[in-house]
Nanobody
Framework: QVQLVESGGGLVQPGGSLRLSCAVEGRISDINDMRWYRQAPGKQRELVAT???????THADSVKGRFTISRDNAKRTVYLQMNNLRPEDTAVYYC?????????????WGQGTQVTVSS
């Protein structure tokens, strides 16, 4: 059974930092793009950042210069380093990955981790 296991959320003051991690567990053939999404209360889920297997990244305008997505292919893990956090970053953060098992590719989601930015 393939699972994405997230960790690293919590409560932080404005201006603080957190690092989220998401590890892929289970028997797989390959991992393509990996992404972080977030969903704030009463809002739609939004794409925060994407990283390809080769390491190319894109970030939403709202987090550019503050958040950085990275991955360790050997550890099958994607990270989201979040600096200079703001109250509007408060949300549940979800990782997402395109995973290949034999000849089939499908998307998997993590369970979500709460990030709260408040003084």
């Amino acid at each position: 059974q393939v699972q994405l296991v997230e960790s690293g959320g919590g409560l932080v003051q404005p201006g603080g930092s957190l690092r989220l991690s998401c590890a892929v567990e289970g028997r797989i053939s390959d991992i393509n793009d990996m992404r972080w999404y977030r969903q704030a209360p009463g809002k739609q889920r939004e794409l925060v950042a994407t990283i390809t297997k080769g390491g190319s990244t894109t970030h939403a305008d709202s987090v550019k210069g503050r958040f950085t997505i990275s991955r360790d292919n050997a550890k099958r893990t994607v990270y989201l380093q979040m600096n200079n956090l703001r109250p509007e970053d408060t949300a549940v953060y979800y990782c997402n990955a395109e995973i290949q098992i034999l000849f089939r590719v499908r998307e998997y989601w993590g369970q979500g981790t709460q990030v709260t930015v408040s003084s």
